[in-house]
């Protein structure tokens, strides 16, 4: 590829044909602000917040997908950029739906925080993964086998190659996790009775316990575990 020379702010730099303003800036440490750009994925410039000022054009340039020419003079910082930065990022929180959370964990039925428990399981802290997912689900290992995790299905990773095997994940540690004793807080003196002790009676056990309340679950059945105990196969 032919080597091109080109200006941005100021500093004469260096790049090759194909390169597009953004690689070239990049290279030098030179910022530009960007919202929807990832090099594993197609270009689009779909935000419009990456646009740059090139001598001699009228319009800005879409720096993500503008390819960078020799003896271009580019500007990343001017008062017109800033103000147009700023009147993209409008246009986008103008159709904000709010979903200010992760796809996935707005997908669970129960919310759990899918993305914080599948960072931590990534860096091998499992316990405080576990601690995460019983902040929601008492039950990992049973529901990780059965749930039909709508959660992989929202899973922003499936725009890039698959989604994250959310369910496994949660099943692996609440596995490890079955030996493991919750923290209780202080006794409170309260006593609480939950009629039924299938899931959603156990976890109701589970919270009123970890709170520091006593009670009991009870249950007209030989086991507690309801459906998970007799009716899933």
Do not use: W
């Amino acid at each position: 590829m032919s080597e091109i020379r080109l200006n941005i702010d100021g500093r004469e730099v260096t790049g090759f044909e194909g390169q597009t303003i953004l690689e070239i800036a990049r290279k030098y440490e030179i910022e530009i602000p960007t919202l929807c750009h990832d090099e594993r994925v197609k270009t689009y410039g779909s935000c419009g917040v990456c646009i740059v000022e090139a001598e001699g054009s009228p319009r800005l340039l879409r720096s993500c997908s503008t390819l960078a020419a020799d003896g271009m003079n580019i500007r990343t910082d001017t008062e017109r950029i800033k103000n147009n930065r700023k009147t993209a990022l409008e246009l986008l929180l103008s159709d904000h739906t709010g979903d200010c959370r992760a796809p996935c964990t707005l997908a669970c039925p129960a919310h759990t925080d899918c993305q914080g428990y599948v960072k931590l399981i990534a860096g091998g802290e499992y316990l405080e993964a576990l601690k995460l997912i019983k902040d929601k689900v008492p039950l990992p290992a049973s529901i990780g086998r059965i749930c039909p995790h709508p959660c992989e299905e929202a899973c922003r990773r499936e725009l890039v190659e698959e989604p994250v095997s959310i369910a496994f994940l949660k099943q692996y540690v609440g596995d490890l996790g079955l030996e493991h004793t919750p923290e209780i807080a202080e006794p409170t003196g309260k006593s609480i009775a939950v009629i039924g002790g299938g899931a959603g009676g156990l976890t109701g056990g589970y919270f009123f316990r970890t709170r520091g309340h006593d009670g009991t679950v009870y249950e007209a059945m030989p086991k507690k575990g309801g459906m998970l105990q007799y009716g899933v196969a």
